[in-house]
């Protein structure tokens, strides 16, 4: 049975109360109460806004007592530290054991790519109890500067209320655009029948049926939310049968100079395939073919663009003819020759790194993608920052960044998919914290809230908890709301930064808080994540047993500002408050480095983000 989009949220909620993270919220308990009872969950109706399009927000307000609740609800939406609008009030009585859902609409302001928080209050008894709540807007003209890219990879008979469920709950993490994984009928092949009469289902490359019906309900519905939808394929890939289909195998890749064994991986025992052969990106007739039958998937689906993927290094390759590639260079113009023949947007998979310097400066892509991999090089948290930090100096900011980064590997084989065990809460979050605050997007989550532990997406062999989906809901709230802080464009700035009794490091080490900085015209954007009890530094927790933070309260930070002159000092994170602006007090001193605050931290559990005004 699919949930729907409150599901989630309100058994989070009911697990416990819920004090600092998540859009839902809790009211305190008043004089005389036994529990809280009241749950709230503000969500927008779309991932991402154009400039001057409305915004609409449902508060859903679910009261578990046994009496009725009269409350007044407020919303505020700020950007950064400057109020932007207070939208008016609203009473609402719920009764007892029952739910009621409020509208609210919000016009934003007109600018283009900017990102908005949102929290909401609702007062009972006078204000003897109050809960507050949190959700973000971005408006945006385009996805692409500000990724949040999530997936599907499951597409059985459903009808259209059945997708509303499901992408509604995306649209409550923001995702603005879904890769739709494995979706195809072969890859040499992608559309099942005809142009003219294509097939209503089909088995893919695993033996799942798959619906046409469902994949175009799932682009509309997701168009409809502000989602953008991307068709998965390989640029260079085609089943066994490949000749069949009129493909020739001197369009090949090879791995010896006299074309005898082409290039190919074994598909597991069972699959519609024996092998995935490979064939050359740099080939011209492979090229023509392979796009032509991608204009067919374009003719019949209502995909925004196409999601190329690759293998990897494949070793040293040579043509049928004996004619060595470089196939490195083979993907910009491939990618390019997508873009003006197709029409449409593509985004390729930077394996493990491999092809990122090429294709980054010389390709059309409209974001940049890349699979992180330990035996790539992409092995610590700062492995994952300096990756981010490399797409943004050569794109010079003008792309936004996406990492596919699979967490838990090694706890994930003692589980399957009808005997799921559950993600390590501190290793996502530690992960996360260091993509986003590094500037970057996480591909992690899809098909009806999962969240992927390897490269084949279909497999769900760990699951969330509802704490780790309610902590996550904060972390995209954070994000989205932030934005402008947080993938800029801003610049990377060597300040220095101590912590009181608390070993600091530049580059991510493990059992110290990681500090780092960047800024614009207007902030110094410091970010501080909390590896203080981490026994290692390594993003994947393979074995999903990372320990959670010891939280650290009330902890002097100094923090140089060289040559700026600080107006204010503010405080946001997605672990406290639900992600609202707090202003600290502070003071300045100077020394021989120039100007430098002191400032009192609140509290520091996984990340926090202090933003310091300057004139």
């Known amino acids: 049975m699919m949930k729907s989009r409150w599901i989630g949220v309100i058994s989070v909620v009911a697990a416990g109360t819920l004090t600092c993270g998540g859009s839902p919220g809790r009211a305190a308990a008043g004089p005389g109460s036994a529990s809280a009872s ?117 597409y059985p008979k459903r009808s259209k209320a059945q997708v509303q469920q499901e992408l509604e709950q995306l649209n409550a993490y923001h995702i603005d655009a879904l890769q739709f994984y494995d979706w195809q009928w072969k890859h040499d092949v992608p559309v099942a029948g005809t142009v003219a009469h294509p097939a209503a289902s089909w ?162 892509e409209s974001v940049v993608y890349v699979e992180a991999w330990p035996g790539s090089g992409q092995v610590a948290y700062s492995d994952l920052q300096g990756v981010i930090n490399e797409a943004n100096t050569l794109t010079r900011h003008t792309k936004g960044v996406v990492l596919a980064a699979y967490l838990d590997s090694a706890k994930a084989q003692g589980y399957s998919d009808q005997h799921p065990g559950y993600f390590g809460l501190p290793g996502v979050l530690l992960a996360d914290a260091t993509i986003f605050a590094s500037g970057g997007d996480h591909i992690e989550l899809g098909d009806n809230l999962q969240m992927l532990n390897g490269p084949y997406f279909p497999n769900h062999d760990l699951i969330m908890s509802a704490s780790l989906k309610a902590d996550l809901l904060s972390y995209y709230n954070f994000m989205t709301a932030y934005e402008n802080l947080l993938r800029g464009p801003l610049h990377r700035a060597r300040l220095a930064v101590s912590i009181a009794q608390v070993p600091t490091s530049t580059d991510g080490a493990a059992q110290t808080v990681w500090a780092f900085s960047r800024t614009n015209r207007r902030f110094d954007v410091l970010q501080l994540i909390n590896l203080d009890n981490q026994p290692v530094a390594l993003w994947q927790d393979a074995t999903g047993s990372d320990p959670a933070p010891v939280v650290l309260r009330h902890t002097t930070v100094r923090y140089a500002v060289g040559a700026a002159h600080p107006t204010a000092v503010y405080l946001a994170s997605p672990d406290y408050a639900h992600g609202a602006t707090q202003r600290l007090p502070f003071q300045v001193g100077h020394d021989r480095q120039g100007t430098y605050v002191t400032f009192v931290l609140p509290t520091l559990k996984y990340w926090d983000m202090v933003y310091v005004a300057k004139s």
């Open 203 to 364: 088995q893919d490359i695993a033996g799942r049926t798959n619906y046409r019906r469902t994949i175009v309900e799932m682009i509309t519905v997701g168009h409809h939310l502000g989602m953008e939808s991307f068709n998965y394929n390989l640029l260079y890939g085609a089943w066994a049968d490949y000749r069949s289909a009129g493909v020739n195998p001197k369009w090949g890749l090879y791995s010896d100079p006299q074309g005898q064994s082409q290039i190919s991986y074994a598909m597991p025992s069972g699959w519609q395939t024996s092998a995935i052969d490979v064939f050359n990106p740099g080939n011209p007739a492979w090229r023509r073919y392979i796009l032509g039958q991608e204009a067919k998937v374009f003719k019949l689906y209502p995909f925004d663009g196409w999601q190329v993927d690759q293998l990897g290094y494949l070793g040293l390759v040579d043509t049928a003819q004996g004619q060595p590639v470089n196939l490195v260079a083979t993907f910009a113009p491939f990618l390019n020759a997508a873009v003006t023949t197709l029409h449409k947007q593509v985004i390729f998979n930077n394996v493990g790194g491999y092809g990122l310097t090429h294709v980054a400066r010389a390709s059309r």
């Open 38 to 154: 009241v749950q709230i969950a503000l969500t927008p109706n779309r991932a991402r806004y154009l400039p001057g399009e409305p915004v609409q927000l449902a508060a859903k307000v679910v009261n578990h007592g046994p009496a009725p609740i009269t409350g007044v609800m407020q919303i505020t939406a700020m950007h950064l530290n400057q109020r932007v609008a207070q939208l008016p009030a609203k009473t609402v009585t719920v009764p007892a054991h029952r739910a009621v859902t409020l509208a609210f609409g919000w016009k934003p302001p007109t600018r283009d790519d900017q990102g908005y928080f949102l929290e909401g209050t609702f007062e009972t008894d006078r204000g003897a109890r109050r809960s507050t709540f949190a959700t973000a807007v971005d408006v945006s003209s385009t996805w692409s500067k500000f990724p949040r890219y999530g997936f599907v990879s499951e």
